[in-house]
């Protein structure tokens, strides 16, 4: 036992970096941080600034002359701003919870060893990933052949599953759940429906965490389906109402010798940089604010899906 104990604490000093190692590790990564978060705040700050010392003094960590303009400007488009906060929220919730249930079925039944097409399967999630019909027969499937057009479906259906996330379930159910446990449900008459509902899918949570995360991310931040599928204003997303005030203001900045004196001091006037970054607060803040919630079971489902297997 003694000899045991010397020997697992020789191992262990080779575990420990020494005074000088961590010192350099704590400053490595206080420098991430602050490449991370230093572009955060210059941001939240020209937001913050007028557009009058923006033209002067340029980019700030802190505000040269604080002004709620852009801001107001994003308050004024008030009803339009809460009806695509509405269609964002819903086609986030409603597209995370339908992309994880098709995401992970589909890993689960190629993750199968005796699933006989397991095999074709795997090739046809994964041709995809290297080669992609491209950008017309997506937007003829989608919008002739399934009649998605001006549909709130057409923001859902397009970015549901992706090959990649089929990978990391396919990686984390081959690894993580046993044969044995599946081969006792399946002797006890479980059908594959309840042996994938109540026993697959409740010991899987870091991963379906992980899926639910970057499917949250990526209907949260999409702004292409709206440019490509709809033409009703009234189903724009966030993200593409505000990149549409975007370009507004670009317009009216561009024209404004050609406008009449009422639109050309609009123009004038109008927050543009400021602008511009407001929206990128408002669009990053709900995300920033989920994410703490997931990032337990994020690292975890990650560090699985993509080592193991």
């Known amino acids: 036992m003694a000899t045991r104990t010397v020997y697992e604490s020789g191992l ?24 991370c978060v230093v572009p ?9 600034s007028s557009e009058e010392s923006i033209r002067q003094t340029g980019y700030h960590i802190l505000p040269a002359a604080l002004s709620g303009e852009a801001y107001s400007y994003i308050a004024k488009q008030g009803a339009m701003i809460l009806r695509a906060l509405g269609v964002s929220l819903f086609v986030t919730i409603i597209g995370t919870v339908l992309g994880v249930l098709l995401t992970a079925s589909m890993g689960y039944v190629i993750s199968r060893p005796n699933y006989k097409l397991k095999g074709l399967l795997t090739w046809i999630v994964f041709i995809p990933m290297v080669f992609n019909g491209g950008l017309v027969s997506s937007y003829y499937i989608n919008a002739n052949l399934l009649g998605l057009k001006d549909t709130i479906w057409a923001l859902i259906l ?25 081969e006792s449900a399946e002797i006890d008459g479980a059908s594959q429906l309840r042996i994938f509902f109540s026993i697959v899918l409740p010991i899987s949570l870091p991963v379906l965490a992980t899926i639910g995360l970057f499917l949250c991310f990526g209907y949260w931040n999409d702004w292409f389906q709206s ?6 204003q009234d189903l724009y997303s966030l993200q593409a109402l505000l990149n549409n005030l975007m370009s507004n203001v670009d317009a ?17 006037t109008m927050p543009k940089e400021s602008a511009r970054m407001a929206v990128a607060i408002v669009i990053v803040l709900p995300v920033a604010f989920a994410y703490p919630f997931f990032q337990r079971y994020f690292i975890s489902g990650l560090t699985v899906g993509a080592v193991k297997g």
């Open 158 to 182: 397009p970015l549901a599953v992706s090959s990649f996330n089929v990978i990391i379930c396919k990686t984390f159910f081959k690894s993580t759940i046993p044969d044995g446990l599946i």
């Open 252 to 268: 009216l900045a561009k024209n404004a010798a050609s406008m009449g004196v009422s639109y050309a001091l609009l123009a004038a």
């Open 227 to 232: 440019m490509l599928y709809i033409n009703n």
């Open 12 to 35: 262990d000093r080779f575990n420990r970096p020494s005074k000088g190692v961590n010192i350099i590790f704590n400053l490595i990564f206080i420098l991430l941080a602050l490449i």
């Open 40 to 48: 955060i705040l210059v941001v939240l700050s020209i937001s913050l």
